[in-house]
């Protein structure tokens, strides 16, 4: 039995330390998105920072680790055989969700995971073992269940969510009116105060609120008090001295060195947050397997009794964790952070819904969000009649634009250092306040709506972007609630699963866990791929004119290459009744849609960067991206109706029509591999053949068309049959059109874009 449950805290190590990985790849958002959006510093510099702000965050952890023992229930009513399956059931779920979340690119809580994981599987275990004692699960199950401090820690979280925005957009909007959008002028003379004040107040918050509770703690001085006792008896003389200290510190940096403030100020709160991040989130990652570990200790030290009647009281009093573990896990956070592509991932979405420039938007617009941009419109509209006219212009000239960069460089930052600064300075301060509190607040929850009230008050999100920003994160916190209702089902499920059926069932969802995180890797990488593939047909503003010309001709190639797929695919699956190859051509069209609306959306943003000053050469590009948005339409709308027309099972085409087709696919086919050589060749002489080509293909379209008819007094067809056979002639004779248009619209663009010097 003891090497069984050796190899079960084995199990709860290892999962803590696939945990560490999947955690890390999520809330690496947290404490990179600001500096690396405002682009501070290279990035080698930022990961430097986050590195060594993971490392001594860690060991400041320590006083967190009571939540994962008795935060959410009470240890002394269990025994340790239960308590292994309670944990065993967290860890497993946290593992499976947070990797999903991390897959699809959306930053979630691990706090709330990790809560309502323990949540769930303490109260599946309860429910058990109330039951299987006789006992009714209403009347005790609140013996069982910490529910007063399980209430505060989701309150506090929920909370957290409007004190974080509330704070970060007042924070935000007179740190604007004192440095506008021009902030380099008055930095010049106020930039070492708003420096001293930010890390000044990072001090107070991470030392000396921040160090309370901790492995540092406790450490006795000659003086025979503690450090902890030590600080808070000078905690005004610290903040006094690190104020003046850091404001004459960069002042000097700035004066003799010309080092930029904000710059400091980033990476030192890039450094802070990163603290407080570890400070308070390591206990979501290794909180767990460490109660495990000492409840294996404790029943080792006992004698190994029965598992099932050993009892867990010892959980209820402080357990230390051992400095070792806190590095190590540390260590593991750091390398995951530096090598983990997933985390990149995520830090995109944030800093797409908050930077300050409009472009394409990876979020549709919900009527919640429509309804609140229209109420603010309505609102500002009133209170700007109230206001008197002078006061309003003077406020809008503190948030009149303006930035240092070129708006279509690539590179260009997704917001500034001030909006940057104030994000990591606010999120540092409020994360390192709960953690002080005892209170596993959730850092994501925490960062991600700080960073949303600055880009509020920051105007970023204008009457061109409110509403799909504002959709965005209603997705994201409705990510958050779904990931709580999963957590808990996903936990509960599978410890009452693990208790009814017994232990052979661990190894099976560990099995589980294994193949679901080995999935979701391989769909990522998938993902990863196609999005290389379209962003190496992206124009760039440091593209010769060869290299315009080479990217814009994939374009085209992908589009007659797609166009062809799909309605090959699709027309043959239909007539022979193919679901699986419908489905497969409904998977090509999809794509090929999506691609040409992501082209369309960035219209704007490359025709900025190859217009050199002509007009010839972007009134060509639009039109070849308009020519491949409609070839997308033309095979969707062709695709659609054959896919329903077959899964209800109508009437297939008589033998005629099938054979119609099957000989127009292969004109078809013929006309797409011509089209193909011309763009490939740029052997745009032979536009006149392949127009010829076209022309004989449509002519044959419209003898269809009359058979059709024939048909239809013949009365061999019913009107379904006839509805679907004209439109499937009348898209294809518009993809036909639309792709010779295309091809023109290429040449012209070719022969344009090698005039421009």
Known sequence: MEKFYLIL?????????????????????????SAIGSKAAPKWVIFLMASLGVLVGATFSNGMMEVARKGIFHPEMFYFSEI??????????????????????????????????????????????????????????????????????????????????????????????????????PMKYAGAIFGGLAISAITYFMLIKGLHGSSFAEIELESGGTLSDWFAK?????????????????????????????????????????????????????????????????????????????????????????????????????????????????TQTEINLARQNEGAERFGSSMAARFLVRASTNFNAKLARVVPTALTRTIQSRFEPHSYYNENDDDAPAFDKVRAAVNLVVASILIALGTSLKLPLSTTYVTFMVAMGTSLADRAWDRETAVYRISGVFSVIGGWFLTALIAFIVSALIALLIALSGNFMIFVFIAIAIFMVIRTQIFFKKREKSRADEEEEDINVADANEQI????????????????????LGIESFLNEDRIGLRTAQEA???????????????YSTISKITGGTLDTSHYYVQMIEHQREMAHAVHFMLDPMVKHVENNHKPFVQEQTTNFTNLLAKIDSFFNYTLHVVKEENFDELTSLIKERDAIIDMLKKMEKNQIKRIKNKLVNTRNSQLFFKMLSEIEQLLLHTVNLVKAQRDFILFTRQLK
């Open 84 to 185: 292994m399956v309670i944990f065993l059931a967290v860890m497993i779920t946290d593992v499976i969700l947070l990797d999903m979340f991390n897959t699809f690119g959306m930053p979630t809580s691990t706090t709330v995971s990790i809560v309502f994981e323990l949540l769930g599987s303490a109260v599946a275990v309860s429910a058990v073992k109330i039951k299987s004692a006789g006992g009714s699960i209403v009347m005790e199950l609140a013996q069982y269940i910490n529910s007063g401090k399980a209430l505060a820690i989701i309150s506090g979280i929920l909370v957290s969510v409007f004190i974080a925005f509330t704070v970060g957009a007042l924070v935000m909007y007179l740190s604007r009116m004192v440095f506008t959008f021009r902030y380099r002028g």
């Open 234 to 346: 000078n905690t005004f003389m610290i903040m006094v001295y690190s104020f003046f200290f850091w404001t004459i510190i960069m002042q000097l940096l700035n004066w003799i060195f010309k080092v930029k403030i904000l710059k400091i100020v980033v990476l030192v709160g890039t450094f802070a947050l990163a603290m407080a991040f570890a400070g308070n989130d390591l206990v979501n990652f290794i909180g767990v397997p460490l109660a495990g570990f000492s409840s294996f200790k404790a029943w080792i030290t006992a004698g190994a009794q029965d598992p099932g009647s050993f009892g867990m009281a010892m959980l209820s009093g402080k357990v230390s964790t051992p400095a070792y573990m806190l590095l190590i896990s540390g260590l593991i956070m750091v390398i995951t952070l530096i090598l983990s592509k997933k985390a990149r991932t995520v």
């Open 549 to 568: 010309i080479e990217k814009s001709s994939k374009q085209v190639v992908k589009a007659i290459v797609s166009s062809n797929q799909v309605l090959t």
């Open 589 to 603: 069209c999809e794509t090929f849609s999506k691609k040409s609306k992501r082209n369309k959306e960035k219209v």
């Open 9 to 33: 805290v084995i199990v709860l190590f290892a999962l803590a330390f696939s945990d560490l990985i999947v955690g890390v790849s999520n809330d690496a958002v947290n404490f990179l998105n």
